[in-house]
């Protein structure tokens, strides 16, 4: 069974850009979530749907949004970006409650 | 608010000795303790994981244990072998519908050959 997917896999953008990253959870998985991880933060939770709706969401700016689709598929979208939004963007899906599989992740690069 | 505290930062052993990260966890709530193995350029990996009714957890060299009148959970890896080097994350989930985790701050684990 192929496991979570993410693209891009790497992006490089400018402050005050926005862009958005895909996630494609493993099959049959309903619940997405989105993690962000960083050298000084570590992984922080972003925020986590499923079946369409945000169940929860973590102590992020508002410039952090994300979305569902009916096929599980999730979206991630970081408007007006700044340099701190540097980092590596993961993504991770669960089936039974708990278990969280996770992607390799985006790359994301702000200069 | 929720806080993982996972040591050492840095662990550096010898091939075939043991390998053991220890995590506190501040959240009474959390009742789901998984870990994961990240390799250079990669996601974490799920290695394993312990519920909050299970004291000790096995899977062949890898083992867990948790304490939850302290709060504290351990991974515990024997005779490690040089593909065992990552980073390892523990994390803290309430469960029950949430897949919020708290994650610690990670080990560098480096097995010497």
């Known amino acids: 069974k192929a496991g979570v997917t993410q693209t891009p896999r790497y992006l490089i953008k400018t402050r005050g850009q926005q862009v958005t990253l895909s996630c494609s959870p493993i099959s049959g998985h309903r619940s997405v979530s989105w993690y962000q991880q960083t050298p000084g933060q570590g992984l922080q939770f972003l925020f986590e749907?499923?079946?369409?709706?945000?169940?929860n969401k973590g102590n992020f700016p508002g410039r952090f949004s994300g979305r569902q689709f009916s096929n599980s598929r999730s979206e991630m979208n970081v408007s007006t970006l700044e340099l701190g939004d540097s980092a590596l963007y993961l993504c991770?899906?669960?089936?039974?409650?708990?278990?969280?599989?996770f992607g390799p992740g985006t790359r994301l690069t702000v200069l | 608010g929720e806080n993982v505290e996972q040591h050492p930062s840095t662990l550096s052993v010898q091939e075939g000795d043991s390998a053991v990260i220890k995590c506190t966890y501040s959240d009474s709530a959390s009742n789901y303790f998984p870990w994961y193995k990240q390799e250079l350029g990669k996601g974490p990996q799920l290695i394993i994981d312990i519920r909050s009714n299970v004291g000790e957890k096995k899977d062949q060299r890898i083992a867990v244990t948790l304490n939850k009148t302290a709060k504290h959970f351990s991974l515990h890896i024997t005779e490690t072998q040089p593909e065992d080097s990552a980073v390892y994350f523990c994390a803290a989930s309430p469960g029950s519908g949430t897949y919020k985790y708290i994650f610690g701050t990670g080990t560098r684990l480096k097995v010497l050959a």
């Open positions: 749907y499923f079946s369409e709706t945000q169940r």
């Open positions: 991770a899906s669960s089936l039974k409650v708990d278990t969280q599989y």
